[in-house]
């Protein structure tokens, strides 16, 4: 029996912060030695929202490569890979193009929320759209059973599930249908207090920080707006603070939460309190993604490795798919019957 498979990743729109990290990272570290591990460095989808500055990405693709390596993705284990260099993401994206309507994609959550964003008012790349149909192939190319992911990816893999059954039904049962695994703690909110850390708006601490931006970031951070003195009753659960010590420093975080309610712990002890925490945990990762900064041909081989290893699969599922389709036009001629060896 073969191992069980997850496919999970992120796009390189620069370093991964600690949002990634407990929304998906963490988790994709802890499952790869029960499950068989592929973790996409979508660096298509980045060009759905950076399509006008490609040349970021050769850096960024090598940062999240390290990112990963750092958080404990262990190569030996999981398939770390590039997106762009795997042709079945490409091919499965036209075809699953067929099988999702575009009223479908403009109802997505996830979507209309990005797109928000962006502000793209009527010049929506028809890329950005469609990014779900394209990372239905990201989950299917290697027949991934399960999704490691934060909140937010929720819709992309229920449309991934739609498509999968579409297709299966439509054609012939070959692709697996995935699951969502999400984690226990799936949203971390920008130190903004905005609901969400994200690199467009610059509300995020980075995994590659070092411990002084650390510490003027959580300087910066949204506290509840009620507490003006130390001694002020504050209100932990609309805190952004007190999430992140909810998050990292699980075990004192019901004790902060009391004396925040009771007016015993000031704003300013609390955020240190977390300084001190988040720079004992970054201080490993920091470590040992040192490590790799020195010596960056070696990601580089981990995934050329990794991406050659997906490759394969990739073209093992094509073959399945062009079959089910009947599509599979020239197929490979019957091994010649063997003569003497
Ligand atoms: N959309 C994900 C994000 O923005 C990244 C991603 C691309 C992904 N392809 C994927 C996540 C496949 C899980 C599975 O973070
Ligand atoms: Fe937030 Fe801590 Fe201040 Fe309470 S004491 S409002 S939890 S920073």
């Not at 490609?54 to 590039?82: H, I, W, Y």
């Not at 890329?127 to 190319?141: E, K, M, N, R, W």
């Not at 939460?257 to 001190?276: D, F, M, Q, W």
């Given at each position: 029996?073969s191992?069980?498979?997850?496919?999970?990743?992120?796009?390189p729109?620069?370093?991964?912060?600690?949002?990634?990290?407990?929304?998906?990272?963490?988790?994709?570290?802890?499952?790869?030695?029960?499950?068989?591990?592929?973790?996409?460095?979508?660096?298509?989808?980045?060009?759905?929202?950076?399509?006008d500055?490609?040349?970021?990405?050769?850096?960024?693709?090598?940062?999240?490569?390290?990112?990963?390596?750092?958080?404990?993705?262990?190569?030996?284990?999981?398939?770390?890979?590039?997106?762009?260099?795997?042709?079945?993401?490409?091919?499965?994206?036209?075809?699953?193009?067929?099988?999702?309507?575009?009223?479908?994609?403009?109802?997505?959550?996830?979507?209309?929320?990005?797109?928000?964003?962006?502000?793209?008012?009527?010049?929506?790349?028809?890329?950005?759209?469609?990014?779900?149909?394209?990372?239905?192939?990201?989950?299917?190319?290697?027949?991934?059973?399960?999704?490691?992911?934060?909140?937010?990816?929720?819709?992309?893999?229920?449309?991934?599930r739609?498509?999968v059954?579409?297709?299966?039904?439509?054609?012939?049962?070959?692709?697996?249908?995935?699951?969502?695994?999400?984690?226990?703690?799936?949203?971390?909110?920008?130190?903004?207090?905005?609901?969400?850390?994200?690199k467009s708006?610059?509300?995020?601490i980075?995994?590659?920080?070092?411990?002084?931006?650390?510490?003027?970031?959580?300087a910066?951070?949204?506290?509840d707006?009620?507490?003006?003195h130390?001694?002020?009753?504050?209100?932990?659960?609309?805190?952004?603070?007190?999430?992140?010590?909810?998050?990292?420093?699980?075990?004192?975080?019901?004790?902060?939460?009391e004396?925040?309610?009771?007016?015993?712990?000031?704003?300013?002890?609390?955020?240190?309190?977390?300084?001190?925490?988040?720079?004992?945990?970054?201080?490993?990762?920091?470590?040992?993604?040192?490590?790799?900064?020195?010596?960056?041909?070696?990601?580089?081989?981990i995934?050329?490795?990794?991406?050659?290893?997906?490759?394969?699969?990739?073209?093992?599922?094509?073959?399945?798919?062009?079959?089910?389709?009947?599509?599979d036009?020239?197929?490979?001629?019957?091994p010649?019957?063997?003569?003497?060896?």
């Amino acid at each position: 029996m073969s191992r069980k498979r997850i496919l999970t990743g992120d796009r390189p729109t620069g370093p991964l912060h600690l949002g990634h990290y407990v929304g998906s990272v963490a988790n994709r570290a802890r499952l790869q030695d029960e499950f068989e591990t592929f973790v996409i460095i979508a660096d298509a989808q980045a060009l759905t929202t950076n399509f006008d500055r490609p040349e970021r990405l050769a850096e960024d693709v090598l940062n999240v490569a390290m990112d990963n390596l750092a958080c404990g993705v262990d190569p030996q284990k999981s398939v770390l890979f590039v997106q762009s260099l795997v042709p079945a993401i490409a091919e499965l994206t036209v075809f699953y193009a067929n099988l999702v309507t575009v009223n479908q994609l403009f109802h997505n959550p996830t979507i209309k929320t990005e797109a928000a964003q962006h502000n793209f008012e009527e010049s929506m790349p028809f890329g950005f759209l469609g990014y779900p149909v394209s990372q239905a192939a990201d989950i299917t190319f290697c027949r991934a059973n399960l999704v490691p992911v934060g909140e937010d990816q929720l819709p992309h893999i229920e449309m991934t599930r739609k498509i999968v059954r579409k297709f299966n039904s439509l054609y012939a049962p070959v692709l697996v249908e995935p699951e969502a695994r999400v984690s226990e703690v799936s949203r971390l909110p920008g130190l903004d207090g905005g609901a969400k850390m994200s690199k467009s708006l610059g509300n995020a601490i980075y995994l590659s920080d070092p411990p002084d931006v650390v510490k003027q970031k959580v300087a910066r951070a949204v506290t509840d707006p009620a507490r003006i003195h130390p001694t002020d009753k504050g209100h932990p659960e609309i805190c952004t603070v007190f999430a992140w010590h909810r998050a990292f420093n699980r075990a004192e975080s019901d004790d902060i939460g009391e004396r925040c309610r009771a007016g015993t712990i000031g704003c300013v002890p609390c955020k240190a309190r977390l300084v001190a925490v988040l720079n004992e945990f970054l201080e490993p990762i920091r470590a040992r993604r040192a490590g790799y900064e020195q010596d960056p041909d070696l990601v580089r081989d981990i995934l050329s490795t990794g991406t050659a290893r997906a490759r394969h699969e990739g073209d093992r599922t094509m073959a399945l798919v062009r079959a089910a389709m009947k599509i599979d036009y020239f197929p490979p001629p019957a091994p010649a019957a063997t003569a003497g060896n």
